[in-house]
């Protein structure tokens, strides 16, 4: 029987990790993430206002992976046949596959990241005003969230929540 093909994914965020658990029972996979956790990105703003459900959505990459193998790093460079990470390792691969996504600016490790999502919630406790900048979806959504944890911080005026229509930042 031929050896199985040797897959190498870059990223381990929604698509890399689905295609980790989707492949590995066929395939050698090795996932490449500077990160130790997979998070679900749509929970980020509930775990703001509650951060024990990031208990939930931010998971290490060892629960879900069964025999694929996961290297910690990120990867600065590839060739036809393999990838280099920025620990100088280089990854031999038959497919490559890059699931980088957008920019991810969070911590490396699952505790850094459940400790960030309890210090932004701290502030959001202790705020007396919030000012969401950029009211597009993820705004809109973000106080959705406030609002309904947090009814007397609405409660205190009506423009203590304010959307604006802008360029957005987040303690996220
Ligand atoms: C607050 C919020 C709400 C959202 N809501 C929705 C929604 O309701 N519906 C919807 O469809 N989408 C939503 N999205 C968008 C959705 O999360 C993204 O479309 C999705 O995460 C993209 O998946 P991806 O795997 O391509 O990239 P990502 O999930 O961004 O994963 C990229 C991964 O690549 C890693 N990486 C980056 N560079 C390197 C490198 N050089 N080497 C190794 N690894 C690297 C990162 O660490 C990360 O793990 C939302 C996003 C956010 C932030």
């Not at 005003?129 to 005026?157: H, N, Q, R, W, Y």
Request: charge should be negative; proline fraction near 5%; include cysteine.
């Amino acid at each position: 029987m031929a050896a199985p093909k040797r897959v190498v994914i870059v990223g381990g965020g929604v698509a890399g990790s689905l295609l980790v658990k989707l492949l590995e029972d066929v395939a050698d996979v090795t996932l490449i993430d500077p990160k130790d956790y997979f998070e679900v990105p749509y929970s980020s703003l509930r775990c703001l206002v509650e951060p024990s459900f990031a208990e939930r959505s931010v998971i290490t990459h060892s629960s879900y992976m069964k025999k694929s193998r996961l290297l910690m790093g990120s990867a600065t460079d590839a060739t036809r046949t393999e990838v280099t990470t920025d620990t100088g390792i280089k990854v031999p691969y038959e497919f490559l596959v890059i699931c980088t996504g957008s920019e991810y600016l969070g911590p490396n490790s699952r505790v850094d990241r459940l400790d960030r999502y309890q210090k932004a919630n701290r502030k959001l406790v202790e705020s007396q005003g919030l000012l969401i900048i950029g009211g597009g979806p993820v705004g809109v959504e973000l106080a959705g969230e406030i609002v309904s944890d947090f009814p007397t911080k609405k409660g205190e005026a009506s423009t203590s929540i304010t959307v604006q229509s802008h360029s957005s930042t987040s303690d996220l």
